[in-house]
């Protein structure tokens, strides 16, 4: 087929990475993360090649057809356009630790600040001590496979998150040019252990009724502001790393606008996101108690509770007897609050599933969600659906008022 700037718009993020050609090996890969790669295959000298040509739409369908027209004249002359001449620059092999350096700064300029923390820290401890000394190029799929794979043996999520974020790095790498593979690709298939989640957990009525009454009930485990942020995911439909890190500066009356610095995966539009708030979420939020910019108040008043203390608290069991300050002893808790496996992504998931049941349209639900508009109507509908936005989620609020009946709150600690 002829690649056309029309057909690149409208390409839609796939479930598996895969290449399509146009001819001539002239061809596109495109990967479940949204990058779109122009690509020259070609053989010499009985052997296959792939020249990068750049990631669209950085780089323009007419520059990636220009770079291409001119590889493509090298190798009919018996030319390799993949080998350069060396410098005293390129002698010195990238070393994995200078790599970490340069993606850090990437994802500091591209990324949503959650997102830069969290690859910062899992890259310096865990990337950075296995291979600092040895040269990226060097890396290989057994080197992988024995990073990932101890740590899959007792923590899955922890080595899937390892995973994602190294496989990342070094997507950013091969688009370069600065390595001629990524080790991490469809790496699951090795380690099943890290095979990702299906995403269909959505909760019951009964079980949303039960997770209120565990988290508001005596001795209710968490911190007050753990639990508050639980169940203003679900009540909002936001993101935990959005709700987690919620400050009182980014609301202003019914009004809650996320800045898209703090957006995971819209940082690279620089939109903000508003999301209304229903009276069920401004009880829950309560009000500033003026010492702390953040909302749900972490270990210290300058900082906001984790993202990741939400799965803890979700996922941790608990014994019984330990004795509290008033006397009374704690009780026994079961993981996820004894109903079946949830993860706090799981709320806004159920939020979503069951606006759609009360007759709200998929486009306002996906106006409340903050998913990004794909194709040619990402240009031409600009409606942020704010009138949309506080119907439906007015009628949420309103609907799960009536499910719980009335429903309890958590003081702020």
């Known amino acids: 087929m002829k690649f056309t700037d029309r057909y690149l718009q409208s390409i839609k993020l796939p479930e598996k990475e895969y290449c399509i050609r146009e001819g001539h090996g002239f061809a596109l890969r495109v990967l479940p993360t949204g990058c779109i790669t122009f690509q020259y295959i070609f053989t010499l000298h009985s052997k296959r090649y792939r020249l990068n040509l750049g990631n669209y739409p950085a780089t323009s369908l007419a520059d990636a057809r220009e770079k291409y027209h ?19 620059d390129t002698d010195a092999p990238l070393s994995v630790a200078v790599l970490i350096d340069r993606y850090k700064e990437f994802a500091a300029q591209h990324f949503a600040s959650s ?86 957990r959505v909760l019951s009525d009964s079980e949303v009724r039960s997770l209120w009454e565990t988290l508001t009930g005596t001795h209710a485990p968490g911190t007050p502001e753990s639990r508050r942020a639980l169940m203003l995911i679900l009540v909002t439909g936001q993101r935990p790393g959005e709700v987690a890190g919620m400050q009182w500066s980014e609301i202003e009356g019914d009004w809650w ?7 995971k995966t819209r940082n690279h539009r620089r939109e903000n ?132 009946n009335p429903p309890a709150l958590v003081t702020p600690g």
Not at 75 to 81: A, I
Not at 257 to 263: E, G, L, Q, S, V
Not at 325 to 336: C, K, L, N, P, Q
């Open 273 to 404: 996101h508003r999301v209304f708030l229903s009276p069920l979420a401004k009880q829950l939020i309560g009000q500033n108690p003026g010492y702390s910019k953040h909302v749900f108040i972490g270990s210290r008043p300058d900082l906001p509770i984790a993202e990741k203390a939400l799965s803890h608290l979700v996922n941790k069991k608990t014994e019984g007897g330990r004795i509290l300050r008033d006397g009374s002893a704690t009780i026994a808790r079961h993981s996820y609050f004894g109903l079946p496996r949830w993860t706090p992504h799981d709320l806004r998931r159920t939020a979503a599933t069951r606006l759609s049941e009360l007759g709200c349209p998929d486009e306002a639900i996906d106006a409340i969600l903050n998913h990004a508009k794909s194709g040619v109507i990402s240009v031409y509908n600009l409606n942020k659906y704010d009138k949309e936005k506080k119907e439906w989620l007015t009628t949420w609020g309103n609907h799960l008022s009536t499910l719980l």
């Open 70 to 88: 001119e590889a493509y004249l090298l190798v009919s002359r018996g030319q390799n356009p993949i080998q350069k001449p060396s410098s005293p």
């Open 257 to 263: 606008t996320i800045p898209f610095d703090r957006i």
């Open 115 to 200: 997102t830069v923390r969290e690859t910062k820290r899992t890259l310096d401890k865990y990337v950075l001590p296995a291979w600092k000394d040895r040269s990226a190029i060097s890396i290989r799929r057994s080197d992988a496979i024995s990073l990932i794979e101890p740590l899959a043996a007792y923590s899955p999520g922890q080595a899937r998150g390892v995973m994602k974020i190294a496989r990342a790095m070094f997507n950013y790498a091969l688009d370069r040019e600065l390595v001629d593979l990524n080790p991490f690709t469809r790496l699951p298939s090795a380690i099943p252990a890290v095979k990702p989640r299906s995403g269909k």
